[in-house]
């Protein structure tokens, strides 16, 4: 099973692949990685909230996440205003990250990207403060 640290290097590597796509100008896969990016910082932050979230996490869809993780943080009163901050910038990536995937009528580019990429770094960002 992963720590939350090991989720949040796993962020971290993705946040750095979804910068290199992008300077390829490859877009939709720039956007998913970011998307993953954000994924994975929040379960690092899950993992970090709950001890037992690991063996728990294999029912949490993709759309079900941003609530799972507003939920959590809502239970900490010192982390209350990180809940709706990751809720939001989850939702944004995630809608995006649909597109990028599975919707090629779609047009996604540099500015799909940096939406995605800033939300992946605020939850990347939020996740190291919550674990320092």
């Known amino acids: 099973m992963a720590t939350a640290r090991q989720w949040l290097e796993e962020a971290r590597r993705n946040l750095h692949s979804a910068v290199t796509l992008a300077s390829d100008t ?3 896969s720039a956007v998913s990685r970011a998307y993953y990016a954000a994924h994975n910082g929040a379960h690092a932050v899950l993992c ?17 996440l941003p609530g799972k993780v507003r939920w ?7 982390r209350v205003w990180h809940a709706d901050l990751l809720h939001h910038s989850l939702v944004k990536a ?4 649909v597109n ?10 540099q500015g799909a990207y940096d939406l995605t990429r800033t939300a992946a ?12």
């Open 26 to 28: 490859q877009w939709r």
């Open 48 to 64: 970090h909230l709950d001890s037992h979230y690991e063996q728990a996490k294999r029912s949490i869809r993709h759309a079900e």
């Open 72 to 78: 959590e943080l809502r239970r900490w009163p010192d």
């Open 94 to 97: 995630y809608r995006l990250r």
């Open 100 to 109: 990028a995937d599975y919707k090629p009528g779609v047009a996604v580019g």
């Open 121 to 132: 770094s605020r939850i990347v960002i939020l996740a190291g403060d919550l674990m320092a």
